[in-house]
């Protein structure tokens, strides 16, 4: 079974950096597109970046520019750089594997991080 353990998130004024990790096990990292999705208060679960096992990224329009997704498959553990932050930003954030454009791969969900930014 995966198991996806996010952290690294916080609280943090407007402008400024937080960067989240996610150690995945269970599965073979290396060959798996990774991804981060966030969930604000309110509203739906939305895909915001994936890398590919060949280290391609995507990003969703917002976050284009502000933030870097990276992975250390020796570590199996995917990070998010986010640069910039708004409050808009403000989220619990959840990594987990890629299948398609932004659709999860995995059922399993981790606790997710909490991402606070105030203006």
């Known amino acids: 079974q995966v198991q996806l353990v996010e952290s690294g998130g916080g609280l943090v004024q407007a402008g400024g950096s937080l960067r989240l990790s996610c150690v995945a096990s269970?599965?073979?990292?290396?060959?798996?597109?990774m991804g981060w999705y966030r969930q604000a208060p309110g509203k739906q679960r939305e895909w915001v970046a994936r890398i590919t096992p060949e280290r391609r990224t995507y990003y969703e329009d917002s976050v284009k520019g502000r933030f870097t997704v990276s992975r250390d498959n020796a570590k199996s553990t995917v990070y998010l750089q986010m640069n910039s932050l708004k409050p808009e930003d403000t989220a619990v954030y959840y990594c987990?594997?890629?299948?398609?454009?932004?659709?999860?791969?995995?059922?399993?969900w981790g606790q997710g991080t909490q991402v606070t930014v105030s203006s």
């Open positions: 987990n594997g890629v299948t398609g454009w932004t659709q999860a791969l995995f059922s399993s």
């Open positions: 269970g599965t073979i990292f290396s060959l798996n597109t």
